[in-house]
C-alpha cells in the first residue's frame, strides 16, 4: 500500500468524527478515485515520455554551489562588487525557484547598505519579486513600493520602469487587469528612449498576456512579434521559453490545440534543459488543458500529474489551483461530475486564498458549464452571474459576448 493510500485510510477515520456515514463514504471513494494514477494505460510518443519521465533534481545540489560561492566571495571581491554578485545570485536562484535562499541573501544585502542607492532599490525589488512568486502579494506591493521611491528620488528610468513591471505582474496575478495594463504601459513609456531590449521585450510580453485575457488576439500577436524582436537580440532562454508559454495560450484561448500544443514543447524542452521548473509547470498545465480538449483525457492527466509534481516541488500553489481546475475538466468531459465538481471547488478555494480572480471566474465558468449538464440549475446562475460580473468589470466585451450567447443558448 502506498503512503498516499495510507493517508486516505487515516482521513476516513476523521471523516467519521465529523460526518454522516453517508457523506464520509462519498468523500472517501471521491479521494480513492482521484488517487488513480491514470485512467488508461496510454503509448507515449517520445517527447511526450521525455517530458513526463523527466527526474526533477533535489534543490540542494544548488543550495551547496551558492554557499560555496558566497564564501568564496567574502573576503575575494570589494564591498560594493560583492553586493552586485550577491545581487545577481538572487535573480538566478530566483529563476531556480530557490526562493527560501535567495530571500536570506535579499535580507542580509538591505541590512548591509545604509543609503538609499540603487543597489538597494534593486534589492527591494528582488525581495518583491520572491513574495510575488510565493503568491503573498501585500508584501511584494509593501517591497516593490520601497524601491520605486528610491527610484523616484534617483530618477532612475529603468528602475522605475521595473517598478512598474512588478506592479503590473502583481495586479494581474489577482485579475485587475484594467491596473496592471496601466502599469505596464507606463512602465513601458519610462523606458520608450532606451535600448533596454530585455525590458522591452518583457512588458510587449506582459501587454500580450492582458490582451489575450481579454480575448483581444490578434493585439496579442502584435505584443509577441515584438517581445521576439527584441528577444532575438538578447541571449535569455528562460524568458524565450516563457515567450513560447505565452504563445501557446495564445493559440490554445483560440481553440487551435494542436498549434498551441507545439508552442508548449518550445517552452518545456528549454526550461527542462536548463531547469526552470515555474516554466515547466505553467506549460505542462497548458498542454494538459490543450490534450484535455482534444479528447485525450489519460494524456491529459499525465500533463497534469507532471505540472503537480513541480508545482508541489517548488510550493506554487496558484499552479497546484490550477492542476485542480485541468483535473475538474478531465473528469467533466469523462462524465464523472462529482469528481470534477471537488477539482473544481478545490480549485476555486486556492484561488480565493490568493485572491486570484481571473482564475475564479475562469474556474466558476467551468464549474457552471458542470452545473449547466444536471440538475443544479441555482447553483449554475450564481456562478455564471459572478463570472460575467468578473468580466464585465475588466472590460472583456469579446469574451463576455461569447458567455452570454453560451448562457442564452443553453437556457433554451
Known amino acids: ?99 527560501e535562499q535567495a530571500q536570506d541573501i535579499t535580507e542580509e544585502i538591505i541590512d548591509k547598505i545604509h543609503d538609499n542607492s540603487i543597489l538597494k532599490a534593486e534589492a527591494y525589488l528582488l525581495n518583491s519579486k520572491i513574495f510575488w512568486n510565493q503568491g503573498i502579494w501585500d508584501k511584494s506591493t509593501h517591497l516593490c513600493k520601497k524601491s520605486y521611491t528610491i527610484f523616484t528620488r534617483l530618477n532612475n ?25 496601466k502599469h505596464f504601459l507606463k512602465g513601458l513609456d519610462y523606458i520608450k528612449y532606451t535600448k533596454n531590449y530585455s525590458l522591452k521585450a518583457m512588458f510587449n510580453s506582459n501587454l500580450g498576456i492582458i490582451a489575450n485575457i481579454l480575448g483581444k488576439f490578434s493585439e496579442a500577436k502584435t505584443y509577441y ?35 498551441a500544443i507545439k508552442y508548449f514543447n518550445e517552452s518545456i524542452n528549454l526550461s527542462l534543459e536548463k531547469g526552470y521548473l515555474s516554466n515547466c509547470a505553467i506549460s505542462f498545465i497548458g498542454k494538459s488543458y490543450a490534450y484535455s480538449q482534444l479528447g485525450e483525457q489519460a494524456l491529459s492527466e499525465k500533463f497534469a500529474e507532471k505540472a503537480f509534481e513541480i508545482a508541489y516541488k517548488i510550493n ?25 465538481e471537488e477539482f473544481f471547488e478545490n480549485s476555486i478555494r486556492l484561488n480565493t486564498d490568493f485572491d486570484n480572480n481571473s482564475n475564479i471566474a475562469e474556474t466558476s ?25 468578473y468580466y464585465r468589470k475588466i472590460r472583456a466585451e469579446e469574451i463576455l459576448d461569447k458567455i452570454e450567447n453560451k448562457d442564452r443558448e443553453s437556457r433554451k
Open 157 to 181: 528610468d529603468e528602475g522605475m520602469a521595473k517598478c512598474e513591471n512588478m506592479l503590473g505582474t502583481i495586479f494581474g496575478e489577482r485579475g485587475d487587469i484594467e491596473k496592471a495594463e
Open 1 to 99: 500500500m502506498s503512503s498516499a493510500e495510507n493517508i486516505i485510510d487515516e482521513i476516513a477515520v476523521q471523516l467519521n468524527q465529523y460526518f454522516s456515514q453517508e457523506e464520509s463514504r462519498k468523500f472517501y471513494s471521491l479521494l480513492k478515485e482521484a488517487e488513480k494514477t491514470s485512467l488508461d494505460p496510454i503509448r507515449l510518443s517520445a517527447e511526450n515520455e521525455a517530458q513526463i519521465n523527466k527526474k526533477i533534481e533535489s534543490g540542494s545540489n544548488i543550495r551547496d554551489q551558492i554557499d560555496r560561492l558566497l564564501t568564496f566571495a567574502e573576503t575575494r571581491v570589494k564591498d560594493d562588487d560583492k553586493i552586485k554578485l550577491y545581487l545577481s545570485i538572487v535573480q538566478l536562484l530566483i529563476n531556480y525557484c530557490e526562493f
Open 316 to 340: 506554487d500553489r496558484l499552479s497546484i489551483a490550477d492542476v485542480y481546475r485541468i483535473k475538474g475538466v478531465i473528469y467533466k468531459n469523462l462524465q464523472n461530475n462529482e469528481l470534477s
Open 225 to 259: 512579434v515584438s517581445s521576439l524582436n527584441y528577444y532575438s537580440k538578447l541571449n535569455e532562454p528562460k524568458n524565450v521559453a516563457r515567450l513560447n508559454h505565452n504563445v501557446g495560450m495564445l493559440y490554445s484561448k483560440q481553440e487551435q490545440y494542436e498549434i
Open 365 to 389: 465558468l467551468e464549474l457552471s458549464d458542470l452545473y449547466d449538464n444536471s440538475t443544479e440549475n441555482i447553483k449554475r446562475d450564481v456562478l455564471m452571474n459572478e463570472v460575467k460580473k
